[in-house]
């Protein structure tokens, strides 16, 4: 298309020109390339429900009646099926870890976004985040080797001192959860606009009544993300729970006690010997399962909440 102008009669093309073209070319590449990463995610989350569930659904038709007893023993002759020891041995070991990761990484949160100095956060921060990626094999040998037999079998009160504890696991899951909490809840109140601050110490606030009242209420949503992620991160936690909690699934209520959750279930029973197709082996699809969608439910329930209370700042 070409347009005349002025007394000549000179013509305009009106095409895009190559840069341009270039451009708009590079801009559809990136754009099918992030349909495709999407897709992927979709597709990989589907494969893993189909692949859980026949199993699943086939386990469950024989062990009904025997799902909620109070002995797991898939893997022995006659098999046992009493899934509550799992149960409590993973709330147990995630409830641990949780409180004391979670009071711990809003702390350090709120302390870097409302009460560290430029220098002292571009320092503190980078360092939560390489925390975040200490493989967990390193905390459970710490666990195993440190934190059980120097101060557990020492210094705990109840029942006989054993290799294996319950309570050990569940504070190297804290430990392992802190930088996951206080990374992303700080990101969270960091993106609390800096108005909102000055208008509180306006009024008359102190720095604690800023930074908890306001700024913490302000991006509470972030911070149940980051509450929701940490949940996800200790209740999915294998090695850790397996090194120093062991693979003893034992109902009890002793902390000090060994136990087993159902992910280090899963770690155990996959690297076993059960024959492919039997009943040992299925329970490792039916405790899969329950992993997965015991997940998605409070993911469902954060989401919820996050979109509830979520605050938009311009």
């Known amino acids: 298309m070409t347009l005349e102008t002025g007394v000549n009669s000179q013509q305009v093309s009106l095409a895009p020109s190559a840069h341009l073209r270039r451009r708009m070319g590079y801009q559809k590449i990136m754009v099918a390339v992030m349909v495709a990463a999407t ?13 859980l569930l026949p199993t699943t659904f086939r386990l469950l038709a024989e062990i009904t009646t025997q799902l909620f007893g109070t002995v797991w023993a898939p893997l022995f002759t006659p098999p046992q099926f009493g899934i509550l020891p799992l149960l409590t041995g993973t709330v147990m070991i995630v409830t641990i870890g949780m409180l004391i990761g979670v009071p711990f990484g809003l702390a350090a949160a709120i302390f870097l976004s409302d009460y560290a100095t430029f220098n002292v956060r571009r320092i503190v921060k980078p360092i939560l985040e390489i925390l975040a990626g200490i493989p967990t094999v390193v905390l459970g040998l710490f ?23 319950g309570i050990g696991a569940g504070i190297m899951t804290g430990i392992l959860i802190i930088p996951i909490v206080a990374s992303v809840a700080d990101d969270a109140l960091s993106s609390v606009p800096r108005a909102m601050r000055e208008a509180a110490y306006a009024l008359g ?10 700024v913490f209420t302000a991006g509470l949503s972030g911070v149940v993300a ?14 850790i729970a397996l090194m120093v909690a062991g693979s003893y699934p034992k109902l009890t209520a002793n902390p000090g006690d060994p136990m087993q959750t159902m992910a280090s279930f899963i770690g155990f029973a996959g690297i076993g010997d059960a024959e492919v197709g039997s009943n040992a082996y299925n329970t490792i699809f039916l405790v899969g399962s329950l992993l997965f969608f015991v997940t998605l439910i409070f993911n469902i329930l954060g989401n919820r909440f ?9």
């Open 306 to 314: 996050i979109a509830r209370f979520r605050e938009a700042y311009e």
């Open 143 to 165: 666990g195993l080797y440190i934190l059980n037999p120097e101060l557990i079998e020492k210094y705990w009160p109840i029942g006989e001192p054993l290799a294996y504890t």
């Open 226 to 239: 980051a509450l929701i992620l940490a949940f996800a991160r200790a209740f999915g936690e294998t090695t």
């Open 205 to 214: 606030a102190t720095k604690r009544e800023v930074a908890v009242k306001i």
């Open 39 to 51: 897709l992927v995610s979709i597709v990989v989350t589907v494969g893993i429900v189909v692949s």
